[in-house]
């Protein structure tokens, strides 16, 4: 049951829902007059459609009771997501990528520096890993 719910709260499906309603909401608060009296919309809408309207707080849509549940389910979809992706970018972002990552570049393969003296630290990975370096001058260059 909590599995469920904790997969449901980390779906895209429900992001894209959430977004879908304060779009819409957001549209009805564009094309609908906000916070004006309670007569104008009486004159507006008529009786029945303005009580209704009101009723569903669609004259102050952004600070309606749905509106704020709209935005509290979309924060709290985009918390879980984040939470539930967090141990896989901390652990991506700790791990430092080895030589043999670089194993499967092409045998002929031309690496540029901007500056001429390639930092010696890099030196005898690159060699290992790519072989014997040429180095090319053209302009003020080597590379």
Request: hydrophobic residues 45%; contains cysteine.
């Amino acid at each position: 049951m909590l599995s469920k719910l904790w997969n449901g709260l980390t779906s895209i499906r429900l992001a894209l829902l959430s977004l879908l309603l304060v779009a819409i909401a957001s549209i009805i608060g564009t094309l609908l007059p906000q916070q004006e009296s309670w007569n104008y919309y009486q004159e507006k809408f008529g009786s029945l459609l303005a009580e209704i309207l009101w009723r569903l707080g669609l004259f102050d849509i952004y600070r309606s009771p749905m509106f704020l549940a709209i935005i509290g389910l979309l924060i709290l979809n985009l918390i879980a997501c984040s939470l539930k992706r967090l141990p896989e970018a901390l652990r991506l972002f700790q791990s430092r990528p080895g030589l043999e990552k670089f194993q499967s570049l092409p045998k002929r393969f031309r690496v540029t520096w901007s500056r001429p003296d390639t930092p010696p630290l890099l030196a005898h990975p690159l060699h290992r890993a790519l072989g014997r370096p040429t180095a090319v001058t053209e302009k003020d260059y080597t590379w």
